[in-house]
């Protein structure tokens, strides 16, 4: 048996799967071109046998060791990827908080802005509204105030009464916006979202310069998300950040817009032929 070429190829194989070790083989045959017989043929072939198996059993041994290397590896990437999906998790969680935060000062200035805007009706502005025993003469203010508890104490269809009232009671006056606004708010709460956005464009398209303006375009934009209409939504969110800049409903509307555009990028992925 050739063992000069045995080896030749050994240490082809070993330098193919990248351990490039000469002196493991050393051992397994001796380097000398020319090798010395035995007489007897039996001891030849003995012989053969035993330096085969050596050499298989050490690439074997090699080939073991490479496989366990790249296994060693597969933890470290694990964890490296539930390391970013951590990292991931953590910012979307930080995200999460900052949209509560903001839709919590936007709720706090609506109460705060329609509190102002009720005290500063003067009382002289009264309606009857009749009763079954009697008739209770309500001012504006009052009259607004009253629905308005009602939301405040989470009654909504005792608010929403109380705003439609308003509504019939004083067609013209001062609070008919916000009157509108929290109108759809209570839609929305009922879900009954074609109402709610019936409200929010009649205080967008009818009074131009309420303070509610800015609101009911951010929950139009709101609701056309959430019923999938995403290039509505984009347009009516993004007029927002370009008419009221650095404002807390801006910055609400540019959280959600980016909500869509991750929507958008998603969807055209899902439809790019594999």
Not at 3 to 11: A, D, E, G, V, W
Not at 92 to 104: D, N, P, S
Not at 152 to 161: G, S, Y
């Amino acid at each position: 048996m050739n063992y000069s070429k045995l080896l030749t190829n050994s240490l082809l194989i070993v330098s193919s799967l990248g351990l490039t070790t000469v002196a493991a083989f050393a051992e397994l045959a001796p380097v000398s071109n020319t090798y010395q017989y035995e007489d007897t043929s039996n001891n030849n072939n003995s012989n053969d046998t035993q330096q085969s198996l050596s050499v298989d059993q050490r690439l074997n041994q090699l080939q073991q060791q490479a496989a366990n290397q790249k296994r060693l590896n597969i933890p470290a990437q694990i964890q490296q990827l539930q390391q970013q999906v951590q990292d991931l998790t953590g910012k979307v969680q930080v995200q999460a908080h900052e949209l509560a935060e903001l839709q919590q000062k936007v709720h706090s200035d609506q109460m705060n802005s329609d509190s102002a805007a009720a005290k500063s009706i003067p009382k002289s502005i009264q309606v009857t509204v009749p009763t079954a025993n009697s008739q209770n003469v309500l001012s504006d203010q009052d009259a607004y105030e009253s629905a308005y508890k009602m939301i405040l104490q989470k009654n909504f269809q005792a608010a929403l009464i109380g705003m439609q009232n308003y509504l019939k009671q004083y067609p013209d006056g001062s609070l008919v916006s916000n009157a509108h606004y929290w109108l759809g708010e209570i839609y929305l709460i009922q879900n009954n979202e074609r109402m709610a956005v019936s409200e929010f464009e009649t205080v967008i398209s009818q009074y131009p310069k309420s303070d509610k303006v800015s609101d009911a375009m951010l929950k139009l934009g709101f609701v056309y998300y959430d019923n999938g209409q995403l290039n509505k939504s984009k347009i009516q969110l993004t007029q927002v950040v370009k008419q009221y800049p650095n404002t807390t409903v801006a910055k609400l509307a540019q959280s959600r817009l980016r909500d869509i555009a991750q929507h958008i990028n998603a969807s055209q992925l899902n439809q790019t032929p594999s």
